[in-house]
């Protein structure tokens, strides 16, 4: 079975960090490129950033460029977004993707005083 699995999420102040994971099964993860998306209540379904098969390119939405950073480990089928300097804007819904066939249920990150 096609499966990734999101986690890491949570309540958060703004200016504060959390580190999202992705955790995938059922594919070859190493030969996929991965992505991270968002999604808030009432607004459309945000991508966030993209990952190649060995991390040799990454790119990002230009809303979360230079804050946070997508990586991946394919020895443990997982992939990471790690984010700083959150903002209130960045509540969401986070999902991981493996642009193919495989959505997660998402892990809910809220930015909040």
């Known amino acids: 079975q096609v499966q990734v699995v999101e986690s890491g999420g949570g309540l958060v102040q703004p200016g504060g960090s959390l580190r999202l994971s992705c955790a995938a099964s059922?594919?070859?993860?190493?030969?996929?490129?991965m992505s991270w998306y968002r999604q808030a209540p009432g607004k459309e379904r945000e991508w966030v950033a993209t990952?190649?098969?060995?991390?040799?390119?990454?790119n990002y939405a230009d809303s979360v460029k230079g804050r946070f950073t997508i990586s991946r480990d394919n020895a443990k089928n997982t992939m990471y977004l790690q984010m700083n300097s959150l903002k209130p804007e960045d509540t969401a819904v986070y999902y991981c993707s493996n642009e193919r066939n495989a959505w997660g249920q998402g892990t809910l990150v809220t930015v909040s005083p």
């Open positions: 990952i190649t098969p060995s991390a040799d390119f990454v």
């Open positions: 059922g594919f070859t993860f190493s030969s996929y490129t």
